[in-house]
C-alpha cells in the first residue's frame, strides 16, 4: 500500500488500517478530533476517521448516557418510539464529515456546537456535554458551518449571518456567525426521527392522555382544521406528520415549509420549501407566495408546517375558503398564549387583532397544544378559538366529555 500524505494520515483510525485517502472537501474540517482513553486509561486526543468511511456509524463505547449510542430502545420507551431504530443513512451521515457517527446515531436527537472546543448533543433525556468531538478553532467551525449551509443550496456570511437549511431527509441545520453570535460560529443540527412513528406508536409512548387520540383522530375524519402548538422540541413536526398520515388516500396534501421537516407517511404528497434570495439579493420565495402558489395545485389538504410571519394571513384566507382539513403549527408556551402569538403575526401581516380573531375563529377548528419534560412529549391540552365581548380572539379549553358526546371535535355550538 502507498504511502499516506501527512494531511491524509491525520485522518487515519490509531489501531485499524489505513483507510482510503478523505475527499478533499473534507480538509477545512481537519481540526476537530475525538477524545478518547488510551490502553493505560488516560485521556488523550486523536484525529477523527475520514468523514466518509463507515467507521463514522460503528457503535461505539457507553459514554455514561441512558442508553449507549447505536442501542436499541425499548418499544414505547425513550425516543425510538416503537421497534428497535436503524441507524441513519450513511450517506446522509457522511455530509457531516467529523459528525457524521454522531448524525448516524438513531437516539441523537440535536446536535449543538458553540463555538469552538464545545459540543452538546440530546439523546432523549436532555442536552449533555459530549467530549468526542472538539474542534480546535473558530476559523475551522466557520468552514464547516458554511459547506454545510452550502450542501443544503443556501448561504450563510457576513450580510446574511443567520440561516436556516435542510440536509437529506429532513435533517434540519441552523447557523448563526459572529458578531451576530459574540461567542463565535453557533451551528445547531435537528435530526428527524430514523422512523417516523404512527399515531398507534405515539400513543404508546404515552402521548395522548385519555381519550385525545380519539378526539385527533376524529378532527382529521371530519376535515377539522388544525393548529398544533408547543415548544421546540416539543413534538409538534412528529404528531402532524402522523396526523397527515391517517388522511384518506385519495387525498392530495400540499406541505408548504420555510425548511422541509414534515415527512408523511401517505401516498400523495407534495412539498414546497421556501427559498432565500442569492449573492446579489434575488431569487428569493417566501413562505407567503408558497402558500398562494399551493392553492393553485388542488390540494385537499393544505398545510404550513409552522406559522412564522406574514404567511399566516395566506393561510388563514386558505382555510376560509373552502379548503378543510389543512393544518399548521405555531410556537407558543401554552394554550391561552396562542391568541397572543396569533396576533403578533397578524400585526406583521397588517391584520388588526380584530380582523385575525374574526379570520381565525372562522378557519382554525382544534388548537392541540403539546409540551416536553424530560424526553416525554405529550399533548398537553386541546381548545377552540372564539371572540370575547371586545372582538379580541379567545381560546376556550375543551374540558373532558365522555367519547359518545363528542360528535364534532373542534366544532362548538353556541354563542362564540
Do not use: Y
Not at 119 to 145: M, Y
Not at 166 to 179: D, K, T
Not at 259 to 264: D, F, G, H, M
Not at 275 to 296: H, I, K, T
Amino acid at each position: 500500500m502507498g504511502t499516506s500524505s501527512p494531511e491524509s494520515r491525520s485522518l487515519l483510525r490509531p489501531s485499524d488500517s489505513p483507510p482510503p485517502a478523505p475527499d478533499p472537501r473534507h480538509r477545512a474540517v481537519e481540526p476537530f478530533v475525538a477524545r478518547r482513553r488510551n490502553a493505560a486509561g488516560l485521556r488523550t486526543t486523536v484525529p477523527l476517521p475520514s468523514p466518509g468511511l463507515p467507521s463514522g456509524v460503528r457503535p461505539r463505547e457507553s459514554t455514561g448516557h441512558a442508553s449507549a449510542p447505536g442501542t436499541a430502545t425499548a418499544a414505547g420507551t425513550g425516543p425510538g418510539l416503537g421497534a428497535a431504530p436503524a441507524a441513519r443513512p450513511r450517506r446522509a451521515a457522511a455530509a457531516f464529515g467529523p459528525l457524521a457517527h454522531l448524525v448516524a446515531e438513531p437516539d441523537i436527537t440535536d446536535i449543538l456546537l458553540n463555538g469552538s472546543g464545545e459540543t452538546w448533543v440530546d439523546r432523549g433525556g436532555g442536552l449533555v456535554r459530549e467530549s468526542t468531538v472538539v474542534c480546535r478553532n473558530e476559523e475551522t467551525l466557520r468552514a464547516f458551518a458554511t459547506r454545510l449551509v452550502a450542501t443544503g443550496g443556501r448561504h450563510v456570511d457576513e450580510a446574511n449571518p443567520c440561516v436556516d437549511v435542510r440536509i437529506g431527509e429532513g435533517i434540519r441545520v441552523h447557523v448563526v456567525l459572529p458578531p451576530v453570535s459574540p461567542r463565535g460560529t453557533l451551528v445547531s443540527i435537528r435530526l428527524p426521527r430514523v422512523h417516523a412513528p404512527s399515531l398507534t406508536e405515539l400513543h404508546a409512548a404515552g402521548m395522548f392522555p385519555g381519550t385525545t387520540l380519539t378526539d385527533l383522530t376524529s378532527a382529521v375524519t371530519a376535515r377539522t382544521n388544525l393548529l398544533i402548538t408547543g415548544a421546540a422540541g416539543s413534538g409538534k413536526t412528529t404528531l402532524l406528520s402522523a396526523l397527515l398520515a391517517t388522511a384518506p388516500p385519495i387525498e392530495r396534501i400540499v406541505t408548504v415549509e420555510d425548511v422541509a421537516e414534515l415527512r408523511v407517511r401517505h401516498p400523495h404528497v407534495v412539498s414546497l420549501e421556501a427559498r432565500q434570495p442569492n449573492l446579489e439579493g434575488a431569487g428569493s420565495v417566501p413562505l407567503d407566495r408558497l402558500v398562494r402558489e399551493a392553492l393553485r395545485m388542488r390540494p385537499d389538504r393544505l398545510v404550513v408546517g409552522e406559522c412564522r410571519g406574514p404567511e399566516v394571513r395566506d393561510l388563514l384566507a386558505a382555510l376560509n375558503t373552502g379548503h378543510d382539513g389543512g393544518a399548521g403549527t405555531l410556537h407558543a408556551n401554552s394554550v391561552d398564549d396562542v391568541p397572543a402569538r396569533l396576533e403578533a403575526l397578524g400585526a406583521r401581516a397588517g391584520l388588526s387583532p380584530e380582523a385575525l380573531a374574526s379570520q381565525a375563529v372562522s378557519a382554525i377548528g382544534l388548537v392541540v397544544h403539546l409540551s416536553r419534560s424530560g424526553p416525554a412529549r405529550r399533548v398537553a391540552g386541546l381548545g377552540t378559538l372564539r371572540t370575547d365581548a371586545r372582538d379580541r380572539l379567545r381560546v376556550e379549553r375543551l374540558r373532558p366529555a365522555p367519547v359518545a358526546d363528542r360528535v364534532d371535535v373542534g366544532k362548538p355550538t353556541g354563542p362564540r
